[in-house]
């Protein structure tokens, strides 16, 4: 009875995932993540930038990688991140490109962790740099949304260049299922502590921030990365 029980509270949260946010309510996109663990973070970044087959044989727009600076759970901690016009071709590029059995330079600098898909549930400017993303379990997204979105205006309203991003995973396995990725991304990391010292010295904005708690129901991970534009189809 009680793995009943937990199947069907899994495929709840499955249908709550799907379901909450109306289609022409959702902003156009989706984002293909591979998760891995760099030998050497640099060296794998400069051979992508160099190496951008994968990129083209899979149709991505824009590819990128997030490195974790702070709150890692292991060493070259990090994710390469590919960019689509729509959850469609996002899906389809599995077809074309299998990373799991990549060639063996790739192979040698890191190892794959796992993949997931992710579909963007409020709109957000793909404009990458220091990012704080914590992973969620919430209760009402659609709520959830709303509030983070007053309060990235009133952020930017009180002069820190802030982008908040929510999204949605899709086939995110056990790693990302039921939680949803939340990331406040300033323009470099000083400018994130920055807005940080105004919210613990009683910024008006943090009163926002704290309403949008009670459509939180768990805080899962809180890391802090570093991301970076590293392909842009011509």
């Not at 190892?111 to 990458?128: G, H, Q, R």
Request: charged letters at 25%.
């Amino acid at each position: 009875i009680n793995n009943k029980g937990e199947i069907m509270n899994k495929l709840n949260m499955f249908f709550v995932l799907i379901f909450t946010f109306n289609i022409s309510a959702a902003p156009e996109g989706a984002f293909n993540t591979l998760m891995v663990k760099a030998k050497n973070v640099d060296a794998y970044v400069d051979y992508m930038k160099n190496n951008t087959g994968p990129f083209e044989a899979i149709g991505a727009d824009v590819a990128g990688v997030c490195v974790t600076r702070s709150g890692n759970d292991y060493k070259g901690q990090m994710f390469v991140w590919n960019a689509f016009p729509s959850v469609e071709k996002a899906l389809a590029a599995s077809d074309l490109y299998d990373p799991m059995n990549a060639s063996a330079s790739f192979n040698k600098l890191r190892k794959v962790m796992y993949s997931a898909t992710f579909k963007p549930i409020k709109e957000f400017d793909l404009k990458p740099g220091s990012e704080r993303l914590w992973r969620l379990k919430l209760n009402n997204p659609r709520a959830y949304v709303q509030k983070v979105t007053e309060l990235e205006m009133a952020m930017n309203k009180a002069g820190h260049d802030m982008r908040i991003g929510v999204f949605a995973p899709i086939a995110g396995g056990k790693e990302e299922t039921g939680m949803y990725h939340v990331r406040a991304v300033s323009n470099t990391a000083s400018e994130s502590g920055a807005a940080l010292d105004d919210y613990y010295a009683g910024a008006k904005w943090g009163d926002i921030w704290r309403e949008s708690l009670k459509y939180v129901d768990e805080v899962v991970t809180d890391t802090m990365e570093k991301c970076e534009i590293i392909y842009t189809a011509n």
